[in-house]
């Protein structure tokens, strides 16, 4: 007769079975139980400290934060958010690479619905071509999506943190849901250390010996400004409120601010655009 390693209950009572390391039901279901519980606790710190966060950055400069927009239905609805619910003056920032013309559309809908100031920087297209042709001929185990993925992402998030500190502007909020990106990058907020003491240039490029100074500099790197810069902070307001994607769809079309639900997720066009244009430098 076998036993659970954890509680001993014998499988041979009713309704008990084991798992092939030797766990009963209950044990496991108690487990997720206090795994579901813990997390809500975390949520709810999260989102005390997110609502101090929008408190603290009021009227500390032109703009109490910046918002990376990419036109997807995370980035639309969280502009809502922080101007209609947080009464907050956002500006939006946009890096055009290869934006596809349904983000476009959304990002136009989203700026004259909500009536919030935008930037859009076109970084030079050689470099990014240039770029991407590397990674794919030089892909990680994982693919070329995560391959580009990983070195692009840090390029845009380091891109919102450099204008915002060109403004002044104390927080950084971006749209990703949770689990985006993956926890081992993010879970609400990049460190303090990561974003104050951090050379965010990834090491393989570096040591290629493919790319120049110049090039290599496109990556956020502290230690570029002075002593005692005061470097804003980078979260993501979805990991600390309640989040339904599907509710996040509905309200995005409802409000106007997507024309329906098709054009909700435009970043997915975007991805294969990326590859697309780096494949076809590579041949």
């Given at each position: ?29 108690g487990t997720e139980s206090r795994d579901v519980e813990s997390e809500d606790v975390a949520r709810k710190e999260r ?237």
């Amino acid at each position: 007769m076998a036993r659970c390693k954890n509680c001993l209950i014998p499988d041979a009572v009713p309704e008990i079975t084991l798992s092939a390391d030797g766990i009963c039901n209950l044990c496991r279901q108690g487990t997720e139980s206090r795994d579901v519980e813990s997390e809500d606790v975390a949520r709810k710190e999260r989102e005390a400290d997110l609502k101090q966060a929008l408190k603290d950055c009021r009227g500390q400069a032109e703009y109490d934060c910046l918002v990376p927009f990419s036109g997807g239905k995370d980035s639309c609805y969280l502009l809502y958010r922080l101007k209609q619910d947080y009464g907050l003056k956002v500006l939006a920032f946009t890096v055009d690479i290869n934006i596809p013309p349904l983000a476009w559309d959304n990002i136009r809908r989203t700026l004259t619905k909500l009536n919030i100031d935008h930037i859009s920087y076109s970084p030079p297209p050689a470099f990014y071509e240039k770029l991407f042709s590397y990674l794919l001929q030089n892909q990680e185990e994982r693919g070329a999506v995560y391959t580009v993925s990983y070195v692009y992402a840090p390029l845009f998030e380091g891109e919102a943190i450099k204008f915002a500190l060109e403004k002044d502007i104390p927080v950084v909020l971006a749209g990703y849901s949770p689990g985006q990106p993956e926890p081992e990058r993010m879970l609400y907020e990049f460190s303090r250390k990561l974003i104050c003491e951090t050379d965010w240039t990834p090491p393989e490029l570096r040591l290629s010996g493919k790319f120049s100074k110049e090039e290599l500099d496109r990556f956020f790197n502290p230690a570029q400004y002075p002593e005692g810069t005061q470097f804003p902070r980078y979260l993501a307001p979805y990991h600390a409120w309640d989040y339904d994607q599907d509710e996040v769809m509905r309200k995005v079309v409802d409000l106007g601010l997507v024309a329906s639900s098709k054009h909700a997720s435009p970043i997915n066009n975007l991805n294969y655009s990326l590859l697309f244009t780096a494949n076809h430098n590579v041949h």
